[in-house]
C-alpha cells in the first residue's frame, strides 16, 4: 500500500486559522498514541519505521522536507509540508513504510499519531538518513544535524536481508 495524502482547507478569520487533521472516517485505522516532535533547522530525523504501525503526520508549525520508502514496493515518495500554506496536508503511512524528515524552517513541530504504542527505538527499524538505495534529495543548504541512532543506523540492504 502507498502513503495516502490529506489536504485539508484551512478556514482563516481575525484570530487565525483552524483545520482538521483527523477524523476516524478518513481511514479504518485506530490511532491510539499521538507524538509531537520539535526539531531545529538542519535536523533530520530517521528514516524509522516497523512492520506493524500506521502512522498518520503532518507539519503543525514550520516547514519539514518529509520522505517515506515502502520496503515491500521500493516506492519513495517526497513531500514539502509546509504550515504556512493556505491548506494542511497530512500524509497516512502504512506498516512497513520507512519515514524521514528534515527540518527547513527556524523550527518545526511535527506532530504524528500512531496505530501502536512506541516504546523504545528498539522496536523500530533504523535505516541510515543518506542511504544511497533510497536516496533521498536532502536540502543542502543547512548543516545536517543527526542523531547517533540515525548516523550508525542500518543500510536499506541490510534491513531488507533481515526483514524480507
Known amino acids: 500500500m502507498n502513503d495516502l495524502v490529506l489536504n485539508r482547507t484551512k478556514h482563516y478569520e481575525k484570530r487565525g486559522n483552524q483545520y482538521t487533521f483527523y477524523q476516524k472516517n478518513d481511514i479504518s485505522v485506530d490511532f491510539i498514541q499521538d507524538k509531537i516532535s520539535k526539531s531545529h533547522q538542519g535536523v533530520i530525523r530517521?528514516?524509522?519505521?516497523?512492520?506493524?504501525?500506521?502512522?498518520?503526520?503532518?507539519?503543525?508549525?514550520?516547514?519539514?522536507?518529509?520522505?517515506t520508502y515502502n520496503i515491500d514496493?521500493?516506492?519513495?515518495?517526497?513531500?514539502?509540508?509546509?504550515?504556512?500554506?493556505n491548506y494542511s496536508k497530512s500524509i497516512v503511512i502504512p506498516p512497513r513504510t520507512l519515514n524521514a524528515h528534515q527540518c527547513l524552517s527556524l523550527s518545526c513541530i511535527f506532530l504524528y499519531k500512531l496505530s501502536e504504542y512506541y516504546t523504545s527505538p528498539d522496536d523500530q527499524w533504523s535505516v541510515y538518513f543518506n542511504d544511497s538505495e533510497i536516496n533521498p534529495r536532502w536540502e543542502q543548504d543547512y548543516e545536517p544535524i543527526i542523531s547517533d541512532r540515525d548516523l550508525n543506523a542500518k543500510s536499506l540492504k541490510e534491513l531488507k536481508n533481515d526483514v524480507l
Open 73 to 85: 514496493t521500493s516506492v519513495k515518495n517526497e513531500y514539502i509540508l509546509d504550515s504556512d500554506n
Open 46 to 67: 530517521g528514516f524509522h519505521g516497523d512492520n506493524k504501525t500506521w502512522k498518520l503526520i503532518t507539519c503543525v508549525y514550520g516547514k519539514i522536507k518529509f520522505v
